[in-house]
């Protein structure tokens, strides 16, 4: 009987603690609008295009550093002109620019160069950095 009881004990302290460790990362999850460096960001919903040569398509999560909330929300306020700049932009490559380490680093500095211009900002003030959540190209 006292083993029962001691193994219903840890169970529910286990139980408890997982509850614990769910609802502590539940919290943090909304806090998603800072980067690893504390910066916010704006998070764009998933992009699929052709790319340029038309035989291959684009699938891409992107996330922008941006150097203050501000520009998230003047993100959301131009999320149109924000994703026809990226969709733009995408779609006007060939698989082989952005298949390489190089050419991902080059889409991302075109993309803060076209995106800081659409939005009327420099990249000091504007889109800091562009993150590929995920990039695959079929």
Not at 13 to 25: E, Y
Not at 98 to 113: I, P
Not at 115 to 131: I, Q, Y
Request: charged share 20%; proline share 2%.
């Amino acid at each position: 009987m006292m083993s029962y009881f001691r193994r219903f004990i840890v169970l529910l302290a286990l139980t408890c603690g997982l509850a614990g460790v769910s609802a502590s990362a539940l919290a943090n999850s909304d806090k998603g609008s800072a980067s690893a460096s504390g910066a916010p960001t704006a998070h764009l919903e998933p992009f699929v295009v052709n790319l340029s040569s038309f035989d291959k398509y684009l699938q891409a999560v992107i996330t922008l550093q941006v150097t203050a909330s501000e520009i998230g929300d003047k993100i959301k306020t131009y999320m149109p002109m924000v994703r026809h700049v990226v969709i733009m932009t995408l779609s006007s490559k060939d698989s082989s620019e952005v298949q390489s380490s190089a050419g991902k680093k080059a889409l991302v500095e075109e993309l803060k160069e076209k995106l800081n211009s659409a939005l009327k900002t420099s990249e000091h003030e504007g889109v800091s950095d562009v993150f590929f959540e995920n990039f695959v190209i079929q």
